[in-house]
């Protein structure tokens, strides 16, 4: 189907290649420090993305509702919303309870920023936890949205005055995995300066074994941290298809943080401008493990190149990860013949234009706003050697007999999804392997003498 097509006949979705909003707000507030995500909303909205959130990170994860019923549709939700914010203070002690509407109940239309001007009104001497409110019906995006609202949310609301200037910067990473969190915390600790990644999820949705069950993991963004962002040296933004107002653009308005908004750091060149901005923000050079991690990663390109130079891949997932790995499979010599993605009008053509201007050979057929029934309908004749993205790829991938390399969210039919390095020099490394080793698999796997050295 080109984008000449006609429209097609039906309207339902097929297998969405997005998620709801309000989960992705959830994921953020979750990685705050003493954090509970809170659903305004049905109790089945909570029971459907915990069991999301649940099947990629294997940890257990609570999503508090106000539990509203069809009196609630009707006459409101204020007083659940009330109720339930107490039981989460009496049974958890949160240090910040992170409210997101759902479709219900932004279509009754309740206020909530209202509701919680009057719940610190009548519950103030109880010593509240921070609230942080955000809109997020699932009719007007996708779980990247809500994600996107929540962190300019806990921007706006928590972060009110300037705080004292500091060698310290703010990253604000997206829906990247633990592992990548991580990376990213250890590159700044390298390069000699603090940084404030929000949201940290290394450690709230990748949490070690313990002997006891903890009502809230340890681990997150200190919310005193998130009040002190207004004084850093600068806030490292990722994200070529980003709304137009965030997280990042709130400091920078308000407080005077210089925005530095660039891709995710996937692959050669983009990992280059987020280890040159760090440098600059620094004022140090590049530590020397880095030096070797990039030059590590062309000698693999080199070493790796007769495998997968000319290959023929589509991807999907969300927009800002669809145009990172679109500039890694270019400089690795895979065409991307399609990419896909569920959220609309965020400019993914023009990001993919952008960051493989000069390296791709040919330009992809980019779609937004697509199910799996469109990009299987488009895929199949262009016949690709790889899939990449997440686990809702699988059925068509098995179908159409070609690997599906496992990047993004969410991973359900593999273990480790949490873990999946994808960013900086040695992210790229990593997946760079994964594709490789998955194409000699499939060489071997179809030939018949079955050569055991390749």
């Not at 809500?146 to 500091?166: F, I, M, N, S, Y």
């Amino acid at each position: 189907m080109s984008k000449a097509a006609t429209k097609p006949n039906f309207v339902s979705t097929t297998n969405a290649c997005k998620l709801c909003t309000p989960l992705g707000a959830s994921l953020a507030f979750r990685g705050v420090e003493g954090g509970v995500p809170f659903l305004h909303g049905s109790q089945g909205c909570a029971t459907y993305m915990r069991r999301y959130v649940i099947s990629h990170f294997r940890e257990p994860v609570d999503i508090a509702s106000s539990a509203l019923g069809e009196k609630n549709a009707i006459y409101g939700g204020g007083p659940n919303l009330k109720k339930g914010i107490l039981n989460v203070m009496k049974k958890y002690e949160p240090g910040l309870v992170g409210v997101a509407t759902t479709c219900l109940t932004e279509t009754i239309g309740d206020d909530v920023p209202r509701y919680l001007a009057e719940f610190r009104e009548e519950f103030g001497d109880l010593g509240l936890p921070e609230l942080v409110n955000v809109s997020t019906p699932s009719y007007s995006g996708t779980h990247m949205d809500g994600w996107h609202g929540a962190v300019r949310a806990l921007v706006e609301q928590l972060c009110t005055a300037k705080a004292p200037d500091a060698r310290r910067v703010n990253i604000l990473p997206g829906l990247v995995s633990c592992e990548d969190v991580r990376h990213l915390s250890g590159i700044c600790r390298d390069f000699g300066i603090e940084a404030t990644i929000l949201p940290d999820i290394s450690e709230t949705l990748d949490g070690p074994a313990l002997e006891d069950y903890v009502k809230i993991p340890s681990g997150g963004t200190p919310v005193r941290a998130i009040k002190e962002m207004s004084g850093a040296r600068g806030t490292i933004e990722f994200g070529r298809c980003l709304p137009k107002h965030t997280g990042g653009t709130s400091l920078e308005d308000r407080f005077g943080v210089p925005n530095h908004r660039m891709g995710l750091p996937m692959g050669l060149r983009e990992s280059d401008v987020f280890f040159e901005t760090l440098e600059a923000l620094s004022g140090s050079p590049r530590p020397r493990c880095y030096e070797l991690e990039r030059g590590r990663l062309i000698d693999a390109y080199v070493d790796g190149h007769k495998y997968v130079s000319g290959k023929r891949a589509v991807i999907y997932g969300e927009e800002d990860l669809v145009a990172g790995l679109s500039a890694f499979l270019a400089e690795i010599g895979v065409d991307v013949v399609l990419a896909g993605t569920g959220a609309r009008n965020k400019g993914l053509e023009a990001a993919i234009a952008q960051v493989t201007d000069g390296v791709a050979r040919m330009a992809p057929e980019v779609r937004e706003g697509v199910d799996f029934h469109d990009i299987a309908a488009e895929a199949e004749s262009l016949r690709p050697d790889l899939l990449v993205g997440h686990s809702k790829g699988y059925r068509y991938a098995k179908a159409w007999g070609v690997p599906l390399i496992r990047v993004g969210f969410p991973v359900h039919d593999r273990f480790g999804g949490q873990r999946i390095a994808t960013l900086g020099y040695k992210g790229a490394l990593s997946l760079y392997d994964r594709i490789v080793n998955a194409v000699i698999e499939k060489a071997q796997a179809d030939c018949s003498v079955g050569y055991g050295y390749i």
